[in-house]
């Protein structure tokens, strides 16, 4: 069983910026795709940006040119930097690892972007 560790969620200012980072439990971390998602309250949970077990990146169109994906192999973890945040970025943000049949999420972290 692979565990993922959610942290850095919190309140921010609308223009402002956090970095959420997912540690995972694996020895294996390399093999594993990580995705970031979202979810607010009462809408279905959204996909925010991915990044390949080789470093290829995609991102929800909502987000582009704001967020930045990425992973360090070495520390078994995988970040989200997010700029210049909106309000209706406010969410509980999601870490997922997948490799072949097996996927794994972690417990979320509450984003909250206001005035």
């Known amino acids: 069983q692979v565990q993922l560790v959610e942290s850095g969620g919190g309140l921010v200012q609308p223009g402002g910026s956090l970095r959420l980072s997912c540690g995972v439990s694996?020895?294996?971390?390399?093999?594993?795709?990580m995705a970031w998602y979202r979810q607010a309250p009462g809408k279905q949970r959204e996909l925010v940006a991915t990044v390949t077990s080789s470093g290829s990146t995609n991102y929800a169109d909502s987000v582009k040119g704001r967020f930045t994906i990425s992973r360090d192999n070495t520390k078994r973890t995988a970040y989200l930097q997010m700029n210049s945040l909106r309000p209706e970025d406010t969410a509980v943000y999601y870490c997922?690892?997948?490799?072949?049949?097996?996927?794994?999420w972690g417990q979320g972290t509450q984003v909250t972007v206001s005035s």
């Open positions: 997922n690892a997948k490799f072949l049949n097996n996927e794994y």
């Open positions: 694996t020895t294996i971390f390399r093999s594993y795709a």
